[in-house]
């Protein structure tokens, strides 16, 4: 299988799929259409049926059932489109074969290494074979191993009828990256009962909380004056700024922080002596404490009001999804499924939130509780990201597993 996977799994990694905020329109960019596109020939071809591809991109097909048990509809999901924090264009994958542990050449003209120095992990990947990009790009593992994932795993059952499985529904779903990937899903047409999105990252990733998050966008206005003339006339707008982010808890940034612990992150900072812009994301698993950091954003902006007057500062600030654990809870049997799955494939199970979000945070308050599962991947969004073809043959079997759990539980 491991041929197949790597042949698959490089074919979508060529797409450029990066995704583009700045762009209201859904797909976002066109690349995300031709994947999507791709990938209904290749339902077609493999022989799931109930195939579908709307104008926005969102792909759904079904297997359907091979057994007279009564037994839930599942789902898996991935997204088609990859991250906006590196360049997704003109991806070259590298596989290396019976990776021996040592540094990887990634770009000899710019000397760009991936070494276990930098990225300890490494050293666990002995003997595996790794796809790798060339230093210039992201690899894309950020979802197209879940893709690939999930595509071979409905080939296996498909060519294994004597495995027993439900209905089983997949979806593919654009602008993940950039927050918007449940935005137009279709819940009711998927008409799953649960689902579960392949798009974690090391071997025996298993989530079911995400954090509550917040997006804000807090705008200074100044008053530029001639430096030499400027006493008593002059507001520097980035000054302002500074002094915003200084009332904020230092130790409450992503760099200082793990496990459930939430931040404040500063995402981009941009201006001058007239008009400076911060633009945050705030996070936090626990809801109480989620609400207090948006208090005291609105409290420091509120101070500063007061202090430099009311025209000076501007603050947006709005949710952007909430902790999926609070709707999954409810339903953990679809989680002890998932772990009981990775047993027996001697996989052991690692519980652990996400720090982030996947579609499932949003598509869990859509009805559709989605925990999420590992595809095997390292160092998403970046140049130094890979993916361990090995994990990713392990992560197709934990995918076929659930779903023969599923009907002999019924």
């Known amino acids: 299988m491991k041929n197949a996977l790597i042949d698959r799994f490089i074919r979508y990694a060529k797409i450029d799929t990066q995704s583009d905020a700045s762009n209201p329109e859904c797909p976002s960019t066109p690349g995300q259409l031709t994947l999507a596109n791709m990938l209904i020939e290749e339902l077609k071809g493999i022989g799931m049926q109930d195939l579908s591809i709307d104008e926005h991109g969102y792909v759904m097909a079904t297997l359907p059932s091979n057994t007279d048990k009564d037994v ?32 990887i050449t990634l770009n000899d003209l710019h000397n760009i290494v991936l070494s276990p120095s930098d990225f300890p992990e490494l050293t666990g990947y002995k003997r595996h074979t790794l796809i790798t990009t060339d230093g210039r790009t992201l690899l894309g593992a950020d979802n197209k191993a879940g893709i690939t994932e999930i595509m071979s795993a409905m080939h296996y059952l498909i060519e294994h009828p004597e495995i027993k499985h439900g209905d089983i529904r997949v979806a593919f779903t654009p602008d993940e990256e950039i927050g918007r990937g449940p935005h137009k899903f279709d819940v009711e047409r998927f008409q799953a009962d649960f689902a579960y999105t392949v798009d974690g990252g090391p071997l025996g990733e298993l989530q079911y909380e995400s ?148 579609d499932g945070s949003q598509l869990s308050y859509m009805g559709l509780p989605t925990p999420n599962i590992f595809t095997g991947g390292e160092n998403f969004h970046g140049k130094y990201e890979y993916i361990s073809v090995d994990n990713m043959d392990k992560a197709v079997h934990v995918i076929v597993e659930i779903s023969r759990l599923f009907e002999k539980q019924a």
């Open 72 to 103: 839930p509809t599942i789902g898996f999901l991935a997204h088609l489109d990859t991250a906006t924090d590196f360049t997704g264009k003109n991806v070259n994958p590298q596989v290396i074969e019976e990776y021996d542990g040592n540094d």
């Open 211 to 358: 954090f509550n998050a917040a997006g804000a966008r807090i705008t200074f206005s100044g008053n530029s004056v001639h430096p030499g003339t400027a006493k008593g006339k002059m507001t520097n707008s980035a000054k302002l700024a500074m002094e915003f982010h200084s009332h904020l808890p230092a130790e409450q940034a992503p760099e200082y922080t793990e496990g459930y612990e939430g931040f404040y992150h500063l995402v981009s900072m941009h201006g001058d002596v007239e008009k400076t812009e911060l633009t945050y994301i705030i996070r936090d698993f626990d809801k109480d404490a989620f609400r207090t950091k948006k208090e005291n954003i609105v409290t420091i902006t509120e101070q500063m009001k007061e202090k430099y007057g009311q025209e000076r500062i501007t603050l947006e600030m709005e949710d952007q999804y909430y902790n999926m654990g609070d709707k999954i809870k409810p339903v953990k049997e679809i989680v002890d499924t998932a772990y009981q799955a990775m047993k027996n494939v001697d996989i052991e199970p690692l519980v652990r939130p996400i720090r982030g979000g996947t």
